[in-house]
């Protein structure tokens, strides 16, 4: 089973920046697609950006613009550059292998916790 540690966390003031880092290990596969979720209190985990192997991304509306997804193949790490933060970012956040129909590949982890100040 593929596990998932993430980290880089923090308390920050609205406006500020964040940048999240988490590597996967346990992998007898390539990776295709790695991903960010966030979960705030009281609200369903949601996927807020994801890469394929080549790159190419995909960010959620809320997030767009403002958040930066990459990768390191080689280190099967993906990292979330959060700029521009707004107290609604607040969450904890997790990352994972999304497949198709919302599925994932990965056991989730404990995540990082992300709070923004106003």
């Known amino acids: 089973q593929v596990q998932l540690v993430e980290s880089g966390g923090g308390v920050v003031q609205a406006g500020g920046s964040l940048r999240l880092s988490c590597t996967a290990s346990?992998?007898?596969?390539?990776?295709?697609?790695m991903g960010w979720y966030r979960q705030a209190p009281g609200k369903q985990r949601v996927l807020v950006a994801s890469?394929?192997?080549?790159?190419?991304?995909n960010y959620a509306d809320s997030v767009k613009g403002r958040f930066t997804i990459s990768r390191d193949n080689a280190k099967n790490t993906v990292y979330l550059q959060m700029n521009s933060l707004k107290p609604e970012d607040t969450a904890n956040y997790y990352c994972?292998?999304?497949?198709?129909?919302?599925?994932?590949?990965?056991?989730w982890g404990q995540g990082t916790q992300v709070t923004v100040s106003s």
């Open positions: 994972n292998l999304p497949g198709r129909g919302g599925l994932v590949f990965g056991s």
């Open positions: 346990g992998v007898t596969f390539r990776i295709d697609a």
């Open positions: 890469i394929n192997w080549a790159g190419s991304t």
